[in-house]
């Protein structure tokens, strides 16, 4: 096998060096009538020749070459090349978790370095070095606000991602902590007269998202003037990190819990992505994940560190603030790349750009005859309409020119029948906005 | 003499330093360029109003060549397979073949829009596919999810799962048993699934105490959760007797699959009487740990589970095209959205392709032979303290080194000019000042008679010159850090001097 760096005859050498007769004597601990006797019923060793044909044609055989419409949670950005050229690199991507700071400083430093970006972006004082993904992270959010309130009751918007509302529903399950939804109004936003009914002195913890599952952007400053007066904590759910460009940071916010995925991290059929929580400083002591923090060493000078890690399992055990234990570090490493390529002046362009294609499309679907829902409130580059025939079928014309239509609601909301989101980004051309266009007339 | 001379595996060389990017930064300095717009320019003031974004503060400002430069010069202050044995316990830090990360970033898996129709996702749907197949095969059990995002996610599922069917059965029950042993995420898992945890001791010859389990075992035990090998690196000879003492009163075995590499075709779980478990594709199938993730742990289970996976699952329709089935009414629901961190079974799947039965097979005997070189070789210099036979991991304790004031810690930071990665330092907690160690596969004879030459120095220094240790490490770029007061007055962020 070519990834075993010895010869049979080593092989020999070190089995006589340890005393044993053969390489039975060293699995002669589990009984014989556990131990497989032939081969596992998997398919022979491949030569790598043959595992780069194989995977080849399985990518034929997934979407390539289709732009697409697509958004609901995973975005089709840009990923500039030095992403890749960069966390190929063998230090990055095969080490692990720096428990030792002395020959782990570049992921350390790397991390530190994603932290500082996603709170200055977020307007939070401090972010953890990563979750899982968006959906998970939400969950967890719920979860440290139950922590800090003392209390146990959580409202979620409808119009929060569907799946990250499941993901909740399976973390909360046994959690003691109930969790009821508010609506929907004409104009995408949260029902505020709903959302101050919700809300008692039992409640933690209020999740919204913004841009939400729609892609109106939410008024959250009138979201937490609620939410506060009732001494319970606002979550905010960012799904789309590019919006962050162009959009004011949700400076209302107690708990900013953020799916880092578009900033630079391949689609890859819906994960790794990338969730990251963030919050403010009285709050840190309960935030979930692990932390980077800087110190100096004997000699004074500068370098990083994991920690506050008594939050965590391994010290805390069954009372740690969650039971996470490996995060999505080089996830987060593309993400600071990305961050970092755009920058300051780069965020905010292509965050305009997404904004254009996305109200051009409108715009244009609009002109076809198709039915814009949630007007009135400002969107970000997700926008729903309603067509007079079935998305699916629309979708399934679309196909034929190589276009993924949007993405069709009714799975979701079965109130929304013959409605559907669609996603522009600066990858979106204008000619296939067109094609679009006419397609959605119908 | 500085006690440097005998090192061979590693020497000093020159390294880059390097600043954070933010300090860096220069305003009108940039690495990117939009193409022109083909559609007309918008206000961002006139669409968004009042919630248009105009300062993104201190986000850096830099050009190409200084972001290539700065990322690459960190990355050399890494250590990593890569560069050699990093024989950190429970971790299994093996080599990622890179053919892995060539498929994984094929442009129609790796742009591929979790919300595609499925008759163009049949790629990414039978990589799935397959990997659940042979990821079945491999553990002896009946279905499986691969929705988990890491271990712990694992953890979290398989013991929701248990809960689902006991609940279905009409009493959840109240606890969890698990051994002083454990990794830490099992009391912690067992605490979000909202069950107490109890303690089961082991026994002299650091396995589960038969007659403790029996005694502790009674309708309010939900589930077992031990890991096997355990962290000790021994098998659990009883394990038939374990799984049948639970099943007797009604629970459930949950193993946790940490420790796979010692198994991969010689044993399966699924054989021995687990009834749920996970599996770290980070860990057993070698998809990079990434400097501490994206992980992927799925679940794989007996049949009287398989109602309550999380949903969807991945099923062939009647017209013999793949997709996902999401009418599973018993289901635990979602872990995660979407279908997991699918560029890891993309990767697992090369893996368990390059390797073929005889190659995971060989694989497994090579992980064990080498931890067992590992012990025979450092067994007089090193407190053993259990003698029981070594599977793919061995734990020494440092009782005799701290005689001399030198802890597993301080070892590990010596180990470390002598060029290696520190095994794990002081876990499990069943042995005071453990060093655990698991070389994986991926080490030849050479590398490891280098490892054990420089554990044996260092158990030297110790009676000669023990100061060199105190002081490690001597080599790397930074001395020691001050974690104590990192956690006293946490910096978490950088922010500009004012």
Redesign the interface.
Known sequence: ??????SDS??Q???C????KS?DD??????AE???KG????????A?S???Q???????????G?A?F?G???Y?HYR?V?I???V????????????????????L?????F???I???TGM???N??M?????GAAEALMMAARITGRHKSVIATSV?P??R??I???A????MPVSTVGYLKNGRVDLEALDKAIDNETAGVLIQSPNFFGT?EDVTAVGDIVHKKGALLIVSIAEAVS??????PAAADIVSMEAQSFGV???????YCGVIATREKF?RQIPG??????????G?R???L????R?????????T??????????A?MCG?F????????????A??N???A??ALCEFKRSGAKVLFEGA?RFNEFVIQTRTDPYTI?DKL?GEKI?GG?PLKKFYPELANASLWCCT?TT??AS?DAAAKEVAL | MNGNEKIRKATTHISQNEVLIFERSSAGKKAYMLPPLDVPDVDPAKLLGELAREDLGHMPEVSEIEIIRHYTRLSTWNYAVDHGMYPLGSCTMKYNARVNETVARLPGLAEAHPYQPERISQGALLIMKLLSEQLLEITGMDAITLQPAAGAHGELTGILMVRACLESRGNPRKKILIPDSAHGTNPATAAMVGYSVENLKSNAAGMVDIPSLEAQVNEDVAALMLTNPNTLGVFEREIHKIAEILHRKGALLYMDGANMNALVGKVRPGDFGADVMHLNLHKTFSTPHGGGGPGSGPVACKKILDPFLPAPVIVTKADGTLGFEYNRPQSIGRVRMFYGNFGMHVRALAYIMANGPDGLRQTTEDAVLNANYVRKGLEDAYELPYKTPTMHEVVFSDRRQTAKGIKTGDIAKRLIDYGFHPYTVSFPLVVPGALMIEPTESESKASLDLFIEAMKDIAEEVEQNPEIILEAPHNTRISRLDETTAARKPILRWKPQS
């Open positions: 096998m070519r990834y075993l760096p010895k080593e092989r050498v070190m089995l060096e340890i005393g044993a390489t060293l699995f002669a601990t589990i009984p556990y131990r497989l081969d596992l019923n998997i398919p022979r060793a491949y790598e043959e595992i780069v194989f995977f080849r044609q399985r990518a034929t055989e997934s979407a390539q289709y697409t697509l609901a949670g995973a089709s500039p030095t890749d050229a960069l190929s690199r063998g230090e990055f991507f095969t080490a692990y978790t720096p428990y030792q700071p002395e020959i782990a400083q570049g992921t430093q790397a991390i530190f370095e932290q500082t970006m709170c200055e972006l004082d401090v972010a070095a990563s899982y993904d968006g959906s998970t991602h799946e990250y499941e993901v529903t399976t973390y399950r046994y959690q003691g952007i962050l460009g162009i959009v004011k940071p391949p689609l890859g059929y819906g994960g790794p840190v692990r932390l980077v923090g800087e110190t100096r060493d004997r000699n000078k370098g990083f560190v920690t506050l890690s008594t965590e399992q391994h010290i805390r055990r069954e009372k740690a969650s039971n996470i234990c490996t995060n999505q570090a080089l996830v490493l790349i961050m970092t390529v755009y920058g300051r002046e780069g965020l905010k362009e292509l305009r750009h904004l254009a294609k109200d051009y400002p979708n196909l993924i993405f600066e051309s204008k906005i």
